[in-house]
């Protein structure tokens, strides 16, 4: 029996882990502005819109009628469904996966990983592994069911003293040729130094560029040093996988 693993965006996949499963995008919103988690907005845009946006973004979850397009067409080649989601005490998305299983009695399987980003992500990958060992979705989910609560554990202790460590590490960039130097820590903007040289009141435009490039640089190091941390996070950890 094939087994199809689906997850949602709070997963923060990888491209390249996005081809082994499905994922069912969250929207994002930017004031009256909406975007599609993944689709129409990714993690480089988010946070430069989140520099530059007046207002904090909030997310809302994906709805049952959106899970149960991604369920009709994942069960229509008989195919088992194993769907993962964040934190039922963090979203409605649970909810509406759960809602729209109720059709496929037997077939879809929907785990609350009692995580986020990191745990779910590691329990999506114990699935996918169960999955390549021909396991049935009912038994995937069982054995997910039962990994999920020591696991959130050990990653909640391990992500609070990892995030608190890249909260304090400072990542410096610069634009034009070390005009502008922008020091961001964790997703604060904690140092800028202008040059006075390249203040033109005539030209505000281009000091404006060279701030955002400086700023966006800064940003993407932090990004990009996280997401290689927590990508490691399990490392080490008594996890059954």
Known sequence: ?????????????????????????????????????????????????????DVLPTTSQANPAVFEEVFADAVKDGSQVVCITCASKLSGTYQSAVIASEDYEGKVFVVDSLNATVGERALLRYGVRLAAEGLSAAEIAAKLDAARE????????????????????????????????????????????IKPEVVDPDDIEMLSDLIMAAVNEAMTQCEETTNREMQKLTGGMNLPF
């Open 1 to 53: 029996m094939n087994v199809k693993i689906i997850v949602d965006s709070t997963a923060d996949l990888t491209a390249e882990a996005q081809k082994r499963v499905t994922v069912v995008p969250l929207t994002i919103r930017f004031g009256e502005e909406e975007y599609i988690d993944g689709v129409t907005i990714d993690s480089h845009k988010f946070y430069e819109m989140l520099i530059e946006s």
């Open 150 to 193: 020591d696991m959130a554990k050990q990653i909640a202790s391990k992500e609070a003293k990892l995030q608190a460590e890249l909260e304090a590490r400072e990542f410096v960039a610069s634009a034009g040729g070390g005009a502008v130097k922008a020091t961001v820590c964790g997703k604060v903007i904690k140092n800028l130094e």
